[in-house]
Every structure is written in structure tokens, then in C-alpha cells.
């Protein structure tokens, strides 16, 4: 039994009422983005770097040079793309929490059906109150499914 199909729908109505929110995910995004940035530099720095030395030097100096400088660009450059998708990952968390959080509802306790006495003497309005209260759970238990679902697919 996973996490989500422990917890009942107030259980998860509760969860992300009372949530801090995504408040840590939101700084790790920016502090990714600033050492992305920093390796994106690096990268072009490594670059520039390996063709001034194969316009300075000659022979199989400039290619060792640049067989020694280019990789390393490329590794910054990968670890930047890397990045990037880390940053869109921590994105669509943040967002995944807001829709799930918007979308939760608190879920009514169920109605006891009415007695046959008490419908009677309403002339049938118990029996409505009662489907209405039913009906009403039932879009409680559709929100509770939906962030349930979204919460598999974090």
C-alpha cells in the first residue's frame, strides 16, 4: 500500500492545507540556476581558453592543448544541460503542489440515511438533503482521487 492510498481524503485535505509549501524546492531552483550559470560561463571561458591556445601554439602542442581543454568544456556544458532539467523538474513540483493544493476540498462526514419517520413528516425533503450530502461527498472523493493521482505522478 503506497503513501497516498493510506490517507483518507480529510487525511490529505489536511496534508496540504497545513503544508509549509514548496518554499525549499523554490530555493534549490534558484540556488541551481546560479551554479548553472556559473558552469554555462565556464564552459564558454574553456572554450575561448582552448582556441587561444591553438592560435598561440603549433605542431602537436596545439593539439594537446586542445585534446586537454575541449573535454572539459563539454563535461560543463553536459553538467549545465543537467542542470537546467533538474531546475524544470523542481519547477513542476512547485507547480504540482499548487494545483493539488487548489484542487482538495474538505471532505463531509457521511450523511446518515434519513428515517422512514423523518422523511415522512419533511414530505420527502430528508431524502433530498440526504442525496444532496451524498452527491456532495461523492465531489469530495473526486478531488481526493485527482490529488491522489497527481501525487503518483510527482
Do not use: C
Amino acid at each position: 500500500m503506497g503513501f497516498w492510498d493510506s490517507m483518507s481524503g480529510q487525511q490529505i485535505y489536511e496534508n496540504f492545507a497545513s503544508a509549509d509549501g514548496p518554499d525549499g524546492l523554490m530555493q534549490a531552483q534558484q540556488h541551481l540556476a546560479r551554479v548553472e550559470a556559473v558552469y554555462t560561463e565556464r564552459e564558454n571561458q574553456i572554450r575561448t581558453l582552448a582556441a587561444s591556445m591553438e592560435e598561440g601554439w603549433t605542431g602537436d602542442a596545439a593539439g594537446a592543448a586542445q585534446r586537454g581543454a575541449g573535454p572539459l568544456a563539454v563535461a560543463h556544458g553536459g553538467a549545465a544541460q543537467e542542470m537546467a532539467t533538474a531546475k524544470d523538474l523542481l519547477a513542476n513540483q512547485v507547480d504540482s503542489f499548487y494545483v493539488v493544493k487548489s484542487s482538495v476540498t474538505p471532505v463531509p462526514p457521511a450523511p446518515s440515511e434519513p428515517s422512514t419517520f423523518h422523511n415522512l413528516i419533511s414530505f420527502g425533503g430528508a431524502q433530498s438533503d440526504y442525496e444532496a450530502g451524498v452527491a456532495y461527498g461523492k465531489q469530495g472523493q473526486a478531488a481526493e482521487d485527482a490529488a491522489a493521482k497527481h501525487g503518483r505522478q510527482m
